[in-house]
């Protein structure tokens, strides 16, 4: 019977602990570390390759460039004007767009 009380005692005080965690655990693989860790600087649109701009005027009308960063890969985060909304998109040297 004293088993019993004891084992019912460690249940519920064991119960507490759990319900001190209101978030999931977390599992850190280290991704996203590099992906975060790339810093862009902002440069001048000027500064921005030929190839870049080529694309972008191919692929987008009315819309305005706000700011043009570039990280020591050579990847550009371009911050764009899209009918009153800003938004990034990144482009490679060649031209190239990637998700981010």
């Given at each position: 019977m004293k088993s019993l009380v004891y084992a019912t005692a460690l249940a519920i005080g064991s119960l507490g602990n759990i319900?001190?965690?209101?978030?999931?655990?977390?599992?850190?693989?280290?991704?996203?570390?590099?992906?975060?860790?790339?810093?862009?600087?902002?440069?001048?649109?000027?500064?921005?390759?030929?190839?870049?701009?080529n694309s972008f005027e191919q692929s987008f009308s009315n819309v305005s460039i706000l700011n043009a960063y570039m990280n020591d890969d050579y990847n550009f985060k371009l911050e764009l004007l899209v009918e009153d909304e800003v938004v990034?998109?990144?482009?490679?040297?060649?031209?190239?767009?990637?998700d981010m």
């Amino acid at each position: 019977m004293k088993s019993l009380v004891y084992a019912t005692a460690l249940a519920i005080g064991s119960l507490g602990n759990i319900s001190a965690h209101d978030k999931a655990p977390i599992f850190h693989d280290g991704i996203m570390d590099t992906i975060f860790s790339e810093e862009y600087n902002e440069i001048g649109l000027n500064d921005l390759p030929d190839a870049v701009m080529n694309s972008f005027e191919q692929s987008f009308s009315n819309v305005s460039i706000l700011n043009a960063y570039m990280n020591d890969d050579y990847n550009f985060k371009l911050e764009l004007l899209v009918e009153d909304e800003v938004v990034e998109l990144y482009v490679d040297a060649d031209g190239n767009w990637f998700d981010m």
